[in-house]
């Protein structure tokens, strides 16, 4: 995890006492720093109730050990156990991730826990004065002895203590929304979402709690592909997909359970060289190839979007086309069998039917939301654009005579949370040109070329969608699709086209008290290879109905 900026207590600590005439008054005291000396030989169990304690200085006593209750003390960021005849330390230690500082000289410790290694905050850790194994000694003394000591105590953490659980995470549920329509022809298929976090963005500075080995690429792409195939679904949309990855794993794997694909790197591929250019992030869309056909494959490259629709704007130019994030679309054919297994009916007679699947990712950073709602704006505008030039070219009309005939399947990683601009658009069909997520900038002039209404219709302030989108994990179904130490909430999201498409169910989150009773304060971890966790939704797709005329079931509608 990067540092960050951390003030220790004052050496020259002072103390105030309340005089009596203070306390009558009703004077409150706030004291976040405490002080136990005395030649003191055991701690009373009082002490772990004072949770609120940021710093605790037990120096210069008498301890022979430490209590592990002392991890219920979890907003320490100071521990100053110097000058004891402290022996050993509690596992339990490990968890007070927040610790900045921990101070055990002078003591007679001969080893370690494992278990401090997941201290991933701490910039301190004082040794001196312990007789410690010499390998221990040898790792602290070179420098950067204290990353160096802690990155090999986490890294050997599982292979020496059960600490780390061996049983895998408890399968999440399947939360049923909805039944079947019975009494029309549907087809039933299934979607996945999952932003696999990419080998160059799995660092230890980036996620200092996760075990190096844990965070190879080797383990994980494993881990990825079982929670993948797990799931069995018929579209999987993937982010974070490296380019060698893609071709050289998940394309051969995925193969080989009856599945094809396609893939675009991020725009800065096309600047790179050969070598550069295999290690460069994109996105990926995977179908079962005995349910669908692929009619299309699109990329939309926003900074290129940018660039055309800047209208003068210097937001535009400077803020958004500087971001190379894309998404890609791919127009898929249901297969007849799959209709027909769905809807338990023969189908004789009927058009194609088709269905858009779009997938992307949006710029990550939480102080551009203005980016993140405009690539949003660029994607659904180009959405719309795919979709009108298919249905003409295929002369596709839909059942209830709408312009949109084609149903969409919206998967993201949107990098935006519930309740921001991106989502207000998404689902409520438009976002006013003021929106606070604009902040300020001026993009208005811009932003008309991605209205619904297009470049010379009238906007009336508002920027608008001709999809009726409905998130898939509505009502706080899932708590947090992203779960990291720093960040837990939801940023990915499954997007369907209503009235064609419905929900029937999703896949639940995993088990909170998993992750609390296993002290998990944020993934990847061992169990868990990505720091995203995956969306899973069945969906049914209203097919049109053709009605027979003197028994004879005709053509449909063109």
Excluded at 279 to 292: Q, R
Excluded at 402 to 422: M, T, W
Excluded at 451 to 462: F, I, V
Excluded at 489 to 510: A, C, E, Q, R, T
């Amino acid at each position: 995890m990067p540092k960050e900026k951390y003030d220790p207590p004052d050496p020259r600590r002072m103390y105030t006492i309340m005089s009596t005439e203070e306390a009558t008054n009703g004077k409150k005291s706030y004291w976040a720093e405490l002080e136990i000396s005395g030649r003191v030989r055991s701690l009373s169990t009082a002490l772990w109730s004072l949770t609120h304690l940021t710093a605790l200085h037990i120096s210069d006593n008498c301890l022979a050990c430490i209590p592990p209750d002392i991890a219920k003390l979890h907003n320490l960021v100071y521990l100053d156990l110097s000058s004891n005849k402290i022996r050993s330390l509690p596992a339990e230690l490990g968890n007070m991730v927040s610790l900045r500082e921990l101070l055990v000289n002078n003591n007679l410790l001969r080893v370690l826990p494992f278990e401090l290694g997941k201290l991933f905050q701490l910039q301190t850790l004082g040794l001196k004065g312990n007789p410690l194994a010499q390998e221990v000694l040898n790792l602290y003394q070179e420098p950067d002895g204290t990353r160096r000591l802690l990155n090999y105590l986490l890294d050997n953490l599982a292979g020496t203590s059960k600490r780390i659980p061996t049983e895998q995470p408890p399968s999440r549920s399947w939360i049923v929304l909805q039944e079947p329509d019975r009494t029309r022809a549907a087809a039933l298929f299934s979607v996945m979402c999952y932003n696999v976090l990419c080998d160059k963005y799995a660092t230890r500075q980036l996620y200092g709690y996760c075990p190096s080995w844990a965070l190879n690429w080797e383990y994980r792409k494993k881990s990825i592909m079982q929670e993948i195939l797990s799931c069995n679904a018929d579209i999987i949309s993937l982010q974070e997909v490296e380019t060698e990855q893609f071709f050289t794993y998940f394309l051969v794997e995925l193969k080989e359970q009856g599945y094809d694909g396609f893939f675009s790197p991020k725009s800065r591929a096309r600047t790179m060289s050969e070598s550069d250019r295999k290690h460069v992030d994109g996105c990926a869309i995977f179908y079962k190839s005995d349910k669908f056909n692929l009619i299309q494959k699109h990329t939309v490259e926003f900074n290129q979007l940018a660039m055309a629709n800047s209208e003068g704007s210097e937001a535009m130019l400077n803020r958004v086309m500087t971001k190379d994030n894309i998404g890609v679309a791919a127009l898929l054919e249901l297969r007849k069998e799959l209709m027909e297994m769905s809807s338990g009916k023969s189908l004789h007679g009927m058009e194609k039917q088709l269905i858009l699947v779009a997938n992307a990712h949006m710029h990550w950073d939480p102080e551009y939301p203005d980016v993140k709602l405009v690539q949003t704006m660029m994607f659904l505008s180009e959405v719309k654009n795919i979709i009108d030039k298919a249905s003409r070219s295929l002369k596709l009309s839909s059942v209830s005579g709408e312009a949109n005939a084609i149903p969409l399947v919206l998967c993201a990683d949107l990098n935006s949370l519930p309740d921001s601009g991106v989502v207000e658009y998404l689902s409520t069909g438009g976002v006013d040109t003021t929106h606070k997520d604009f902040k300020d900038k001026r993009y208005s002039d811009s932003l008309t070329n991605f209205n619904c209404n297009g470049k010379n219709g009238t906007s009336n302030g508002r920027i608008t969608h001709g999809f009726k989108l409905k998130s898939a994990y509505e009502n706080g179904l899932m708590p947090y699709t992203n779960y990291t130490f720093d960040f837990k909430g939801v940023i990915d999201y499954i997007f369907y086209s209503k009235p064609l498409l419905n929900v029937l169910g999703i896949l639940g989150p995993l088990d909170p008290h998993w992750l609390i009773e296993n002290n998990i304060s944020g993934c990847p971890h061992p169990h868990i290879p990505s720091d995203h966790f995956s969306l899973f939704a069945q969906l049914e797709l209203i097919l049109p109905y053709v009605p027979p005329v003197n028994g004879i079931h005709l053509p449909g509608r063109r």
